[in-house]
């Protein structure tokens, strides 16, 4: 499937991330990473995906290519970190 398909069906609620987790055999919080470092933001507010990255959206992407040793990622993703800093951006200690 393709991203935007993936983004439109969560969207409509006829298909939910556990459902896309059990489709890939990932879990919940993978395919929430993934999803975000395409550049797609959570509005709780509204139930809705919007896109926030810097490049135009990678709507046409086959989403499976995303996952194994071989993922292909578009370079319209955001950077996610998991809690580590870049030595470069991190404050000076005083």
Known sequence: MLVSEIIHKIMM?????????????????TIQLKIKKLGYEWDSKQSIYNYVGETPEPS?????????RNAIWPSTSVPVTRGKVDIAQAPLAT
């Open 60 to 68: 046409d992407l086959d989403f499976s290519t995303l996952f194994g």
């Open 13 to 29: 609620k006829e298909m939910t991330i556990k459902e896309l987790a059990e489709l890939y055999g990932v879990s919940n919080r």
